[in-house]
């Protein structure tokens, strides 16, 4: 059980990663709007910030239990299911 609960915590971080990777580029494309503003691309704002996931070993060698909450995981893998609508 700890093999798999391990594989599955590195496949989140992993996608966390890849997640943030294509936010970043959607941040340094701008558009430019009818009235001469500037914006980026919308994306979610709920993916967590790379803090807020420590990783594996970190979780449970360290002073305190840095366990992420719930609904940090549970973001994750929101804006994981919702990329592929923003296309």
Same mark, same amino acid.
């Not at 594989?7 to 966390?16: C, D, K, S």
């Not at 430019?32 to 060698?61: E, Q, W, Y």
């Given at each position: @059980?700890?093999?798999?609960?391990?594989?599955?915590?590195?496949?989140?971080?992993?996608?966390?990663?890849?997640?943030?990777?294509?936010?970043?580029?959607?941040?340094?494309? /701008?558009?430019?709007? @009818?009235?001469?503003?500037? /914006?980026?691309?919308?994306?979610?704002?709920?993916?967590?910030?790379?803090?807020?996931?420590?990783?594996?070993?970190? @979780?449970?060698?360290?002073?305190?239990?840095?366990?992420?909450?719930?609904?940090?995981?549970?973001? /994750?893998?929101?804006?994981?299911?919702?990329?592929?609508?923003?296309?």
């Amino acid at each position: @059980m700890h093999v798999e609960c391990n594989h599955e915590y590195g496949v989140l971080l992993a996608e966390r990663g890849r997640v943030a990777a294509l936010y970043d580029g959607y941040d340094s494309t /701008i558009h430019h709007t @009818m009235r001469g503003g500037k /914006i980026t691309r919308f994306h979610l704002k709920s993916l967590p910030p790379a803090s807020a996931v420590p990783a594996l070993d970190a @979780m449970f060698n360290s002073e305190k239990n840095k366990i992420p909450a719930q609904r940090t995981l549970s973001n /994750i893998v929101h804006d994981f299911l919702v990329r592929p609508l923003e296309a």
